[in-house]
Protein backbone atom coordinates (compact mmCIF):
# COMPACT_ATOMS: atom_id res chain seq x y z
CA UNK A 1 0.00 0.00 0.00
CA UNK A 2 1.52 3.33 -0.96
CA UNK A 3 2.28 5.84 1.80
CA UNK A 4 -0.35 8.65 0.35
CA UNK A 5 -2.93 6.40 0.70
CA UNK A 6 -4.95 7.90 3.92
CA UNK A 7 -8.71 7.39 5.44
CA UNK A 8 -10.45 9.80 3.52
CA UNK A 9 -8.86 8.60 -0.21
CA UNK A 10 -9.63 5.12 0.79
CA UNK A 11 -13.01 5.86 1.73
CA UNK A 12 -13.42 7.59 -1.80
CA UNK A 13 -12.36 5.20 -3.42
CA UNK A 14 -14.64 2.78 -1.95
CA UNK A 15 -17.65 5.25 -2.70
CA UNK A 16 -16.87 5.13 -6.76
CA UNK A 17 -16.18 2.03 -6.81
CA UNK A 18 -19.22 0.78 -4.49
CA UNK A 19 -17.09 -1.72 -2.95
CA UNK A 20 -19.53 -1.21 -0.17
CA UNK A 21 -19.27 0.60 3.07
CA UNK A 22 -21.07 -0.16 5.59
CA UNK A 23 -22.39 1.32 8.98
CA UNK A 24 -22.29 4.92 8.50
CA UNK A 25 -21.07 7.11 11.08
CA UNK A 26 -24.09 8.45 12.48
CA UNK A 27 -25.21 7.07 15.54
CA UNK A 28 -28.78 5.98 14.39
CA UNK A 29 -27.35 3.97 11.48
CA UNK A 30 -25.83 1.50 14.33
CA UNK A 31 -27.77 1.13 17.66
CA UNK A 32 -25.07 1.50 20.08
CA UNK A 33 -25.39 0.47 23.69
CA UNK A 34 -24.41 3.92 25.33
CA UNK A 35 -21.35 2.44 27.72
CA UNK A 36 -19.72 0.67 24.64
CA UNK A 37 -17.88 4.20 23.26
CA UNK A 38 -18.11 8.12 25.07
CA UNK A 39 -17.07 8.80 21.19
CA UNK A 40 -19.65 7.22 19.35
CA UNK A 41 -17.51 6.23 16.93
CA UNK A 42 -17.81 2.27 17.84
CA UNK A 43 -20.90 -0.21 19.37
CA UNK A 44 -20.74 -3.69 20.79
CA UNK A 45 -22.60 -5.69 18.83
CA UNK A 46 -24.47 -8.40 20.69
CA UNK A 47 -23.53 -6.58 24.06
CA UNK A 48 -19.88 -8.36 23.77
CA UNK A 49 -18.51 -7.86 20.15
CA UNK A 50 -16.96 -4.18 20.03
CA UNK A 51 -16.82 -3.27 16.39
CA UNK A 52 -16.23 0.36 14.88
CA UNK A 53 -19.18 1.89 12.89
CA UNK A 54 -17.43 2.10 10.12
CA UNK A 55 -17.06 -1.36 8.29
CA UNK A 56 -16.51 -2.88 5.06
CA UNK A 57 -18.64 -4.06 2.34
CA UNK A 58 -16.80 -7.23 0.46
CA UNK A 59 -19.34 -7.80 -2.23
CA UNK A 60 -17.84 -5.92 -4.94
CA UNK A 61 -14.38 -7.62 -4.60
CA UNK A 62 -15.69 -10.11 -7.25
CA UNK A 63 -15.82 -10.33 -10.84
CA UNK A 64 -18.56 -9.15 -12.94
CA UNK A 65 -22.35 -9.54 -12.26
CA UNK A 66 -20.69 -10.78 -8.13
CA UNK A 67 -19.51 -13.91 -10.10
CA UNK A 68 -16.02 -15.40 -9.48
CA UNK A 69 -12.94 -13.80 -8.62
CA UNK A 70 -12.10 -10.81 -9.33
CA UNK A 71 -10.31 -9.27 -12.31
CA UNK A 72 -7.05 -8.49 -10.46
CA UNK A 73 -7.03 -10.45 -7.42
CA UNK A 74 -3.76 -9.58 -5.95
CA UNK A 75 -4.87 -5.64 -6.29
CA UNK A 76 -8.39 -6.85 -4.41
CA UNK A 77 -6.72 -8.24 -1.34
CA UNK A 78 -4.49 -5.54 -1.01
CA UNK A 79 -7.82 -2.96 -0.83
CA UNK A 80 -9.00 -5.87 2.35
CA UNK A 81 -5.38 -5.01 3.93
CA UNK A 82 -6.11 -1.44 3.82
CA UNK A 83 -9.17 -1.40 5.26
CA UNK A 84 -7.66 -3.30 8.08
CA UNK A 85 -4.93 -0.89 8.32
CA UNK A 86 -6.88 1.91 8.52
CA UNK A 87 -8.89 0.69 11.83
CA UNK A 88 -12.09 -1.33 9.64
CA UNK A 89 -12.44 -4.59 12.24
CA UNK A 90 -15.80 -5.22 10.76
CA UNK A 91 -15.85 -7.20 6.98
CA UNK A 92 -19.42 -8.01 5.76
CA UNK A 93 -19.44 -10.84 3.15
CA UNK A 94 -21.31 -13.96 2.01
CA UNK A 95 -20.99 -17.54 0.65
CA UNK A 96 -23.11 -16.33 -2.65
CA UNK A 97 -20.90 -13.63 -3.32
CA UNK A 98 -18.95 -15.43 -6.14
CA UNK A 99 -20.20 -17.85 -5.01
CA UNK A 100 -17.64 -18.68 -2.57
CA UNK A 101 -14.88 -16.41 -3.66
CA UNK A 102 -15.19 -13.62 -1.95
CA UNK A 103 -15.12 -15.87 1.15
CA UNK A 104 -11.81 -17.74 0.22
CA UNK A 105 -10.59 -14.40 -0.94
CA UNK A 106 -10.82 -12.42 2.52
CA UNK A 107 -9.10 -15.30 4.15
CA UNK A 108 -6.09 -15.36 1.61
CA UNK A 109 -5.58 -11.28 2.05
CA UNK A 110 -5.95 -11.42 6.05
CA UNK A 111 -6.08 -14.98 7.44
CA UNK A 112 -4.25 -15.30 10.67
CA UNK A 113 -6.73 -12.67 11.21
CA UNK A 114 -5.42 -10.04 13.39
CA UNK A 115 -6.99 -9.79 16.97
CA UNK A 116 -10.38 -8.09 17.07
CA UNK A 117 -11.04 -8.18 13.51
CA UNK A 118 -14.62 -9.53 13.08
CA UNK A 119 -16.01 -11.36 9.78
CA UNK A 120 -19.63 -11.56 9.41
CA UNK A 121 -20.46 -13.50 6.33
CA UNK A 122 -24.11 -14.87 5.26
CA UNK A 123 -26.37 -17.61 4.11
CA UNK A 124 -29.37 -18.59 2.71
CA UNK A 125 -29.19 -17.26 -0.84
CA UNK A 126 -27.77 -19.42 -4.25
CA UNK A 127 -26.23 -17.89 -7.32
CA UNK A 128 -27.52 -20.10 -10.05
CA UNK A 129 -25.58 -17.92 -12.89
CA UNK A 130 -24.29 -14.28 -12.74
CA UNK A 131 -26.51 -11.65 -11.32
CA UNK A 132 -29.11 -14.58 -10.40
CA UNK A 133 -30.02 -14.95 -6.78
CA UNK A 134 -32.50 -17.46 -5.41
CA UNK A 135 -33.54 -18.73 -1.89
CA UNK A 136 -32.98 -21.81 -0.16
CA UNK A 137 -33.81 -21.76 3.92
CA UNK A 138 -33.91 -25.61 4.22
CA UNK A 139 -32.53 -26.25 7.55
CA UNK A 140 -30.54 -29.20 5.99
CA UNK A 141 -28.78 -26.70 3.55
CA UNK A 142 -28.20 -23.95 5.92
CA UNK A 143 -26.34 -26.17 8.33
CA UNK A 144 -24.13 -26.86 5.48
CA UNK A 145 -23.48 -23.29 4.32
CA UNK A 146 -22.40 -22.75 8.15
CA UNK A 147 -20.15 -26.12 7.73
CA UNK A 148 -18.45 -24.31 4.59
CA UNK A 149 -18.18 -21.06 5.66
CA UNK A 150 -16.38 -21.89 8.57
CA UNK A 151 -13.92 -24.08 6.02
CA UNK A 152 -13.26 -21.13 3.56
CA UNK A 153 -12.92 -18.54 6.01
CA UNK A 154 -10.74 -20.65 8.53
CA UNK A 155 -12.49 -19.55 11.29
CA UNK A 156 -13.65 -21.86 14.79
CA UNK A 157 -16.36 -19.69 15.27
CA UNK A 158 -18.53 -17.16 12.79
CA UNK A 159 -18.64 -14.17 15.42
CA UNK A 160 -22.01 -12.75 12.93
CA UNK A 161 -23.71 -15.48 10.65
CA UNK A 162 -26.73 -13.54 9.03
CA UNK A 163 -29.58 -15.41 7.09
CA UNK A 164 -28.92 -13.82 3.54
CA UNK A 165 -32.74 -13.85 2.95
CA UNK A 166 -36.06 -15.34 4.40
CA UNK A 167 -37.22 -17.94 2.40
CA UNK A 168 -41.12 -17.73 1.46
CA UNK A 169 -41.04 -21.74 1.13
CA UNK A 170 -39.84 -22.78 4.30
CA UNK A 171 -41.49 -22.13 7.45
CA UNK A 172 -38.94 -18.89 9.15
CA UNK A 173 -38.30 -21.23 12.11
CA UNK A 174 -37.20 -24.22 10.85
CA UNK A 175 -34.40 -22.18 9.21
CA UNK A 176 -33.80 -20.55 12.04
CA UNK A 177 -34.18 -23.68 13.49
CA UNK A 178 -30.81 -25.13 12.49
CA UNK A 179 -29.32 -21.55 12.96
CA UNK A 180 -29.89 -22.30 16.76
CA UNK A 181 -28.44 -25.64 16.58
CA UNK A 182 -25.32 -24.36 14.78
CA UNK A 183 -25.44 -21.66 17.61
CA UNK A 184 -25.86 -24.43 20.88
CA UNK A 185 -23.03 -26.39 18.91
CA UNK A 186 -20.32 -23.40 18.98
CA UNK A 187 -20.38 -22.70 15.54
CA UNK A 188 -21.49 -19.34 15.62
CA UNK A 189 -21.78 -16.54 18.06
CA UNK A 190 -24.56 -14.34 17.11
CA UNK A 191 -27.40 -14.64 14.57
CA UNK A 192 -28.32 -11.47 12.42
CA UNK A 193 -30.81 -10.93 9.60
CA UNK A 194 -31.23 -9.62 6.21
CA UNK A 195 -34.00 -7.28 4.35
CA UNK A 196 -36.73 -7.73 7.16
CA UNK A 197 -39.46 -6.35 8.38
CA UNK A 198 -40.33 -5.46 11.62
CA UNK A 199 -42.73 -8.20 12.16
CA UNK A 200 -40.29 -10.86 10.65
CA UNK A 201 -37.60 -9.82 13.66
CA UNK A 202 -40.36 -10.97 16.20
CA UNK A 203 -41.11 -13.85 14.27
CA UNK A 204 -37.36 -14.33 14.59
CA UNK A 205 -36.57 -13.48 17.54
CA UNK A 206 -38.75 -16.33 19.15
CA UNK A 207 -36.24 -18.70 17.95
CA UNK A 208 -33.30 -17.47 18.34
CA UNK A 209 -31.70 -14.10 19.98
CA UNK A 210 -31.22 -11.80 17.24
CA UNK A 211 -28.36 -9.07 16.88
CA UNK A 212 -28.70 -7.23 13.93
CA UNK A 213 -30.47 -6.27 10.79
CA UNK A 214 -29.07 -5.80 7.27
CA UNK A 215 -31.40 -4.30 5.07
CA UNK A 216 -30.90 -1.58 2.15
CA UNK A 217 -31.14 2.00 3.50
CA UNK A 218 -29.42 5.17 2.93
CA UNK A 219 -30.72 9.29 2.80
CA UNK A 220 -33.07 8.79 -0.43
CA UNK A 221 -34.39 5.33 0.68
CA UNK A 222 -35.93 4.85 3.27
CA UNK A 223 -38.09 1.96 3.13
CA UNK A 224 -36.52 0.51 6.54
CA UNK A 225 -36.79 3.76 8.56
CA UNK A 226 -39.27 1.50 10.85
CA UNK A 227 -36.72 -1.20 10.93
CA UNK A 228 -34.12 1.03 12.02
CA UNK A 229 -36.28 2.69 14.70
CA UNK A 230 -36.67 -1.59 16.12
CA UNK A 231 -32.94 -1.28 16.43
CA UNK A 232 -32.22 1.68 17.83
CA UNK A 233 -35.08 1.12 20.15
CA UNK A 234 -34.18 -2.22 20.88
CA UNK A 235 -29.96 -2.25 21.16
CA UNK A 236 -29.88 -4.02 17.95
CA UNK A 237 -26.94 -3.31 15.13
CA UNK A 238 -28.46 -2.20 11.66
CA UNK A 239 -25.97 -2.34 8.79
CA UNK A 240 -27.47 -0.61 5.75
CA UNK A 241 -26.36 -1.78 2.81
CA UNK A 242 -26.14 0.69 -0.27
CA UNK A 243 -25.50 3.01 2.12
CA UNK A 244 -24.36 5.40 -1.12
CA UNK A 245 -27.49 3.86 -3.10
CA UNK A 246 -25.01 0.92 -4.76
CA UNK A 247 -23.95 0.94 -8.52
CA UNK A 248 -27.47 0.90 -10.03
CA UNK A 249 -29.29 3.57 -11.47
CA UNK A 250 -30.04 5.25 -7.70
CA UNK A 251 -26.15 5.85 -6.65
CA UNK A 252 -25.84 8.57 -5.03
CA UNK A 253 -21.83 8.47 -6.22
CA UNK A 254 -23.01 9.40 -9.81
CA UNK A 255 -23.79 12.75 -11.46
CA UNK A 256 -27.04 14.38 -11.51
CA UNK A 257 -28.39 12.13 -8.31
CA UNK A 258 -31.70 13.34 -6.51
CA UNK A 259 -29.51 14.25 -3.41
CA UNK A 260 -27.27 16.47 -5.63
CA UNK A 261 -30.25 17.85 -7.54
CA UNK A 262 -31.45 18.56 -4.13
CA UNK A 263 -28.34 20.35 -2.55
CA UNK A 264 -28.00 22.45 -5.80
CA UNK A 265 -31.47 24.40 -5.13
CA UNK A 266 -30.40 24.66 -1.29
CA UNK A 267 -27.46 26.35 -2.55
CA UNK A 268 -29.23 28.30 -5.13
CA UNK A 269 -32.19 29.18 -2.92
CA UNK A 270 -29.40 30.07 -0.41
CA UNK A 271 -27.63 32.76 -2.74
CA UNK A 272 -31.09 33.95 -3.14
CA UNK A 273 -31.82 34.94 0.21
CA UNK A 274 -28.27 36.33 0.85
CA UNK A 275 -29.60 38.93 -2.06
CA UNK A 276 -32.23 39.56 -0.02
CA UNK A 277 -30.18 40.65 2.74
CA UNK A 278 -28.49 43.26 0.59
Same mark, same amino acid.
Request: proline share 5%; net charge positive.
Given at each position: ? #??????????????????????? +??P????A? =??? %?????????????L $?????? +?????????? !?? !? =????????? $????? $???????????????????????????? =??? /? +????????? @?????????? @? &??????????? &???? /????L???????? #??????? =???????????? @??????? #???????????????? /????? $?????R???? &???????????????????? !?????????? %?????????????????????????N?R
Amino acid at each position: M #HNDVTRRTFLAALSASTAGVLTG +GLPRLMAAI =PEA %SSSGETFLLGGDVL $VNRLGF +GAMRLTGEGI !WG !W =PPDRENAKK $VLRCA $VELDVNFIDTADAYGPETNELLIAEALY =PYP /K +GLIIATKGG @QTRPSPGRWE @Q &DGRPEYLSQTV &DKSL /KRLKLERIDLWQL #HRIDRKV =PVEESLGAIKKA @QDAGKIR #HVGLSEVTVAEIEQAK /KVVPI $VSIQNRYNIT &DRESEAALNYCEKQKMGFIP !WAPIGGSGTR %SLSKAGNALEAEAAGCNSRSRGCCKNRR
